[in-house]
């Protein structure tokens, strides 16, 4: 009898469930018999032995179901060196647990503090594989997250409902996307959705260029200009602030997000009306896309088989169309960002869409 | 050789197009030779004689094309008493266009505010023949107007990636819905998304019914509340100012929109975190569902067929399931609320919804 | 405790399981305590006493699911009155179980032939309470049933595939749609989505007419034609047969169904080569859309409030957009059909689609 | 002024559009001035002078829209030797209007006959760039092809509609699915939407493998089994006999196709009904999926940047998430195939997919 947990942290992203049942498809192939045992709620549940034991059948139908039936937390690394509310060291639970139920490897679907904190399991001897999970494609390692491209359709639906009321009104529209610190998720959709301007925080904007881009598609007639923001897209202004002085500023500002400072700047110095538009939550919501349920599929088997081989240690990643494991060690505390001389980023210059840096 | 005007006018909605081809289509039917005086951006294009003279082959194509071909502008009645920029009075310049184009008759594509408008051009002798369009489904005398199922299938879209996300984290959730000063929207998205809570506009809400609401569920071991509010949705407090009263607070208001308000009075009764989304103007994009593309087709034959036999000064209207003209005079200046004795409400609240009331 | 059985029977259509969690929702309101006898697969269940008990719990979160967690099966009422494989009499095996298990009501879902059971059941003392499902939307007495827009929106959609690749290559091509006997879904997803020409069962089509119309558009310069055939649509000559000759002709007939049929006869007598699609069972499958989710949880609402006023014997329907009650009696052993004056196929042909009759 | 000659050739696809918006975007960027000269229908156009004189503004708001607007068709190589109908020579037509246009480069979208008549052309002289469009994914020298991604979608969508009606009814499904001679979406429609069985052309499948597999499920209690069957599915037995024996076999089969045969087969051996259904060409029609319309945006973007470059003879390709120019000499002719020691083959063994050889 195989004892494995799984458990699911950080912010919910689509194929979850596609992720584990690829996982328990697999084991149910190499194993006649296993146990399942799920942890409620992220590393809280593995740290409070909050758990059901679950069989393959438990993991049956969710292939299409957004979200996690296991539930998930935040759980930030950086919380790991601290005791928890009653003073306990949170490592020492999580491994008490993992021993005390005998288990024989544990499974880990998470993003980046997700994956430092199963790199900290997995250096104190754990068993631990992990599945790279998140709408932000930001883990190192994996060329694609699972949730990335279902992120993508849902920000490249929004911009194309922006699209035909831009056109029928003779509007500019901000539609501010999600992906955290980096820019994949407005980079994708804004080139699969048309937009106009695309503002990342990897290549910080002048407002004065992404006026002209907009008042250039004015003068050639254009009836509407769109920009796709990245939540976390920042001015020039602000990116030459200390960490100190950036956050000071942000306390203070009367923006609730990204896309209104800019549309007031733009406002400000044209006079024009600016909408803006918030997709937010529903972009890490919803079924998965077919993209995501193959690769989440491929990427659950591949984490079955190192179990299966006893080879832990590894998040499991794509590479140039392939799934290969990667060492944890390598993934944890990395961030996969969009470089400047990122290819896509040349193209969409080809394609006439203006990033604000020029 | 038949002249016919067309303009589309107030905010966008979904279908505007399938329903213009509609009328095309029907008119193809009755006459071998005619041409459409499309006029852009909606009354101003009347106005200042900015029109295209097209034919069947330009709306051909377009059945599921969103916005509009035409362009739309929103053009408040209360300013058709007062003159225009250069001092002109703007009924008369729509009616010498009118007159100058010898036009048989003038289509037009609106809501509550351009029926109005549309109703005083008709009493003022020009053939009008209008078509009922707004996602907000508020015009009297149409149990349907096209756009609202559209809406209603994206804002229901929202709530269901809101569900998953919700569920996986244990949160509360405000979803804000449009619909101007009607719930129409939020009630029929509310009850198809499955919102434990839906706020209208029509039935002002108790704060602490709606807090009473989420602790119910909390109690009863439910990891989430949805929560669905119409952009009007109001307090009893506030339904209870004046309107000058009301005013004036919702200008110092701190608040972008209802749901924030709402999302800070629940933190502050209940310590609770509460996330808002605000899928906005998305609701009004994109291409129609199949169920508006064959009311509005419906709409647009029937309004060819009244124009065919010269019955002008009409809105095509759906009532109990039938086409039928309903006098603009009868339509002009009155909204289609959504009424505390509605079936809905009292099937919403047998399915446990709360509406804030009680 | 209330004991109330709950059953799915014929042909599974979307919002079966949403209108189950309507009236378990409405239920839950009306009755602290309260059992679901959950009848497996249809009236096989009842009779064979194959069922789980369930809780409110058990129909959370299904608002979104297609199908039916019930399992369903087709039970043709012409076989209630012969015994089943052993001998026993199928009513009596129902009311044994119905008796057996002391149910306070019975909640059945579904078409046609449900209905003439259910109204036996009626007849024969049993309380029972019935919701109108069917992809067909042909049961007497309801406007509406639940399936019926969600089927039409995938078979509007594979309409929309079509025009694109129709439209690329210069292409007829036939879409054979769903709608048992009955035209419905053929009618409503024709118009929504732009068919050139629709047959439908309840008008006997003349296949020159049909031809007809293809070459008029072809003259036109049109690229491509497209035709939504309904699965039971009818040539004139095979209307007049009886039905003994009909039945022998299709026996010997070498076509699949009606499409390939109709595909021939056009390219034997005009050359050109037909496209064939049949979307078939997917229409009846996937999440149903949200106009469905709606009237169903309204209906099962409605089918709590019934049962908790003891009022048995009825099917809840839309009229009018209102929820009533209609006597089983009523409703048993008739079919709600297209007929020739329905405003649709007048409207229909005021947009230039031919129902091939004229 | 550059003179720019753009044809798409082939059966359509999603993304044609999208892919010359972002050539003709591309060019605006690297030309003040220049003009697209779209041929119709494929290289029939550039046969016979069928072509518009477009500009910019032609290709503006076709990002989502499907099919192509230049329009298309079949011309297979094999024919490129012949003379066509007035006995003419059609490689020197084509290159006598390339040079009675003078043109300064031909830019063709289209799939592996395309690609051998590109590369014909190349060699006499002409400039020409293609770009790899098809849903069947299977040409040669890129890792993928757009219309693939969308093509999947829609499959797996078909699979998912299945699913649930499947599930409610206890029943065996075959749905077919696009790919000519190739499987790559039966493979990944197949692993994204949980296929049971996946039979493609690159692996002969052997019938008593099959219906082990379906028998093994119903032991398992699995309530329904689908398969995933790519149209050029072939038997053990059929893939011996020689390319003759094959076609003889073929004509005089009673199958429309191969999921009809592969059904009666298992009805045969087992007695079971089993329920067909067949996409068809909805797979290649409907609007493009975002990542579609990002790579095919991308394509575009490098294969304007190729013609400023006057690097001529090029297929722009995707290789490891890069795009880089791919000899026309090394494209034409070859066949990009499923391998079986695909990696998704592997994986999908783990999954516990039949693949029908084991």
Redesign the interface.
């Known amino acids: 009898m195989k004892r494995i947990g799984m458990l699911?942290s950080g912010?919910?992203c689509?194929s979850?469930n596609a992720a584990m049942r690829?996982v328990v498809?697999?084991l149910?192939?190499f194993y006649k018999d296993f146990e399942i045992y799920g942890f409620q709620?992220g590393y809280k549940g593995l740290m409070y032995q909050n758990y059901k034991v679950m069989s393959p059948k438990d993991f049956s139908?969710i292939?299409?179901?957004?979200?996690?039936i296991l539930?998930?937390?935040r759980q930030p690394f950086k919380l790991m060196g601290t005791p928890d509310e009653k003073g306990q060291d949170k490592v020492k639970l999580m491994m008490d647990t993992y021993k005390k139920l005998k288990l024989d490897a544990l499974v880990v679907l998470g993003g980046n503090g997700t994956h430092k904190t199963a790199n900290l399991l997995s250096e104190k001897g754990l068993n631990v594989v992990t599945l790279p999970k998140t709408i932000d494609n930001d883990i190192w390692g994996t060329?694609m997250t699972f949730g990335f491209?279902s992120a993508?359709?849902?920000?490249?639906?929004?911009l194309?409902?922006?699209?035909?009321?831009a056109?029928?009104?003779?509007r500019v529209?901000i539609v501010e996307l999600m992906g955290h610190k980096v820019g994949w998720v407005a980079l994708?959709?804004g080139?699969?959705?048309?937009a106009d301007v695309i503002l990342l925080p990897e290549i910080p904007y002048d407002i004065d260029k992404v006026i002209q881009c907009i008042e250039k598609r004015t003068k050639e007639g254009k009836?509407f200009s769109i920009l796709a923001v990245a939540e976390g897209a920042i001015s020039k202004e602000d990116a030459a602030l200390s960490k100190k002085q950036l956050k000071a500023k942000r306390l203070n500002s009367p923006y609730?997000s990204a896309a209104y400072e800019i549309a007031d700047k733009i406002k400000e110095k044209t006079g024009q009306e600016i909408?803006?538009?918030?997709?937010?939550?529903?972009?890490?919501?919803?079924?998965p896309?077919?993209?995501d349920?193959?690769i989440s599929?491929?990427l659950?088997?591949?984490a079955?088989?190192l179990i299966h081989k006893e080879q832990y240690g590894y998040m499991v990643a794509l590479r140039?169309?392939?799934?290969v494991p990667v060492p944890l060690s390598e993934v944890a505390g990395k961030l996969k960002v969009v470089t400047p001389d990122d290819?896509?980023i040349h193209?969409?210059?080809?394609?006439?869409i203006s990033f604000g840096d020029e």
Chains 1, 2, 3, 4 share one sequence.
């Open positions: 699911t912010g919910d689509q979850l690829g498809k697999g149910s192939g709620d139908g292939l299409t179901l957004g979200g996690t539930g998930t937390s060329d491209q993508v359709d849902i920000a490249t639906n929004a194309d409902c922006i699209h035909t009321t056109a029928s009104h003779n529209f994708h959709a080139i699969a959705g048309g009836r609730p909408r803006v538009t918030v997709p937010g939550h529903t972009q890490r919501g919803g079924g896309c077919a993209y349920r193959a599929s491929r659950g088997a591949a079955a088989e140039d169309g392939k799934v290819p896509m193209e969409g210059k080809v394609l006439g």
